[in-house]
């Protein structure tokens, strides 16, 4: 167990809806990062937020977006869903202290299905 | 794109034999990671090795870095079947890169 939760587990929208998806953090990490899994494929980085700022974008579109709490907690937010849009969200979240980023732990996933 | 790749994408051994899995990517590096994820779960992280390190142990595991080739190894000794999973490398710190990852299964 790595401490990081995330919530749902599972989710099933439609085309056009928006979703939120949440994660809390590992105890004592201030960094978050997303990332988005296809069926077979590796994850593929969406977005990191440090101190409730986002600190770097993968290539995704605005649809994407994000929030940091002061809690260190996140959300992700995806508008206009697309059928392309079904996969695997992770969250992960690790410890950046004086410019040194520490390994990343990653929570179990909300597997969004999109029809 | 994935900058990362796994070699073979998919490997079936009897359980006791050794696996050993291989990454290859394409620029320059600080550190490789190496991940397991279990029926498209979370990621657990297993190692971490530098650039200025060529061979690292945790356990069963041993991590191997060539960084003139380009190239990590990941090799599990007298696996068992709790060890069938899916194995990435990563590159990066803010952003991990991954590969697309091997797909291990161990035969009781």
């Known amino acids: 167990e790595t401490g990081v939760t995330q919530s749902p587990t599972h989710l099933i929208k439609t085309r056009g809806q928006q979703v939120t998806l949440r994660c809390s953090s590992q105890?004592?990490?201030?960094?978050v990062s997303w990332y988005q899994q296809a069926l077979g494929q590796g994850p593929q980085f969406i977005f990191q937020y440090y101190r409730e700022e986002e600190n770097g974008r993968g290539n995704f579109p605005p649809r994407f977006s994000g929030l940091q709490f002061p809690n260190y907690s996140s959300e992700l937010n995806v508008n206009a869903l697309e059928l392309d849009d079904s996969a695997l969200y992770l969250c992960?979240?690790?410890?950046?202290?004086?410019?040194?980023?520490?390994?990343?732990?990653f929570g179990p996933g909300t597997r969004l299905l999109v029809l | 794109s994935q900058q990362g790749e796994e070699d073979p994408q998919a490997l079936s051994i009897q359980e006791g034999e050794n696996a050993t899995m291989n990454c290859s990517y394409k620029t320059s590096i600080n550190n490789l990671q190496w991940y397991r994820q279990n029926s498209g779960r979370g990621l657990v992280h297993l190692i971490l090795i530098r650039s200025n390190e060529r061979e690292k142990h945790s356990g069963r595991l041993r991590v191997t870095l060539d960084t003139s080739k380009k190239s990590s190894s990941l090799l599990i000794t007298a696996s068992r079947a709790a060890d069938t999973a899916s194995y990435f490398c990563a590159r990066g710190a803010q952003k991990l890169v991954f590969g697309q990852g091997t797909r291990l299964t161990i035969n009781p």
């Open positions: 105890s004592g990490h201030n960094t």
């Open positions: 992960a979240s690790s410890l950046e202290r004086g410019g040194y980023k520490e390994t990343q732990y």
